[in-house]
């Protein structure tokens, strides 16, 4: 028996830490959360006319975002594995190879459709809900349903 079938993958995941936080240290979880989200606000990156831009093909400002983003996560990952990174508390971190499944492109369109439609992917919802977008909560409820309904169909939709 591996390593993989030895831990829960539905409760920790894959890559779960081993190691348990105390409620006190989750702060530093919150303290990232609401910079990321001030960083979302002041880049407008939650703005809905720039999400419609980028969807209407008027504006490379969201593709640059993006685009950004995948070129520092590709090198941190990297890195990662270059130097033999760890945790903060000093795990080894895992990184499982990727396979591809027609699923993939389903939940691409079906995620990108509802991005367009509302103007919010789940990143900056928190924040969007933050700078009194309150219609947003309608978005969250309805990710969290979506979400929930993946979890109770997985086992029969194709992977």
Request: charged share 10%; proline share 4%.
């Given at each position: 028996m591996n390593n993989l079938e030895n831990k829960n993958t539905d409760t920790e995941g894959i890559?779960?830490?081993?190691?348990?936080?105390?409620?006190?240290?989750?702060?530093?979880?919150?303290?990232?959360?609401?910079?990321?989200?001030?960083?979302?606000?002041?880049?407008?990156?939650?703005?809905?006319?720039?999400?419609?831009?980028?969807f209407q093909l008027q504006s490379f400002f969201m593709y640059g975002v993006i685009g950004s983003a995948v070129v520092v996560g590709i090198i941190s990952v990297q890195l990662i594995k270059k130097f033999n990174i760890k945790t903060l508390q000093g795990e080894k971190i895992e990184i499982q190879p990727k396979t591809f499944s027609k699923g993939q492109i389903y939940g691409g369109l079906l995620f990108g459709f509802g991005w367009a439609?509302?103007?919010?992917?789940?990143?900056?919802?928190?924040?969007?809900?933050?700078?009194?977008v309150?219609?947003?909560?309608?978005?969250?409820?309805?990710?969290?349903?979506?979400?929930?309904?993946?979890?109770?169909?997985?086992?029969?939709?194709?992977?």
């Open positions: 890559n779960g830490s081993q190691l348990k936080d105390s409620g006190f240290s989750n702060l530093k979880y919150l303290f990232v959360g609401i910079l990321f989200g001030i960083i979302f606000v002041k880049a407008e990156i939650i703005s809905w006319f720039r999400i419609q831009e980028m439609l509302t103007g919010a992917c789940p990143g900056p919802l928190f924040a969007q809900i933050g700078t009194g309150t219609v947003i909560v309608v978005t969250l409820i309805s990710a969290i349903f979506g979400t929930w309904v993946y979890g109770f169909f997985k086992d029969k939709l194709p992977h």
